[in-house]
Nanobody, 114 residues
Framework: VQLVESGGGSVQAGGSLRLSCLAS????????MAWYREAPGKQRELVAR???????NYADSVKGRFTISRDDAKNTVYLEMNSLKPEDTAVYYC?????????WGQGTQVTVSS
């Protein structure tokens, strides 16, 4: 299983970015797909999660600003990020639930300047 993220970058506060994660090596339509982030000096935290069937969960800090979606035909999960804040600066990781634990991508940097 391989996960490849794209779409990170630098943006000013209030801006938007869209992250994509292409999963390969299996089909994942029945798997939970998620985005986590890790800021310097902080633990990795769940940002958003999309369960098979479309049910979603979000961290309180991103509710109303971020939207997770998935295209199972393309084995891809997205994270639309709007109204970005400097505190959203982090490395964002794509994750797909496997039979035992999560598979992880390599991460993509998101930097939000004030």
């Amino acid at each position: 299983v391989q996960l490849v993220e794209s779409g990170g970058g630098s943006v000013q506060a209030g801006g938007s970015l869209r992250l994509s994660c292409l999963a390969s090596g299996s089909t994942f339509s029945q798997n939970t797909m998620a985005w986590y982030r890790e800021a310097p000096g902080k633990q990795r935290e769940l940002v958003a999660r999309c369960i098979s069937g479309g049910r979603t969960n979000y961290a309180d800090s991103v509710k109303g600003r971020f939207t997770i979606s998935r295209d199972d035909a393309k084995n891809t999960v997205y994270l639309e990020m709007n109204s970005l804040k400097p505190e959203d600066t982090a490395v964002y990781y794509c994750a797909v639930r496997g039979p035992i634990d999560y598979y992880w991508g390599q991460g993509t940097q998101v930097t939000v300047s004030s």
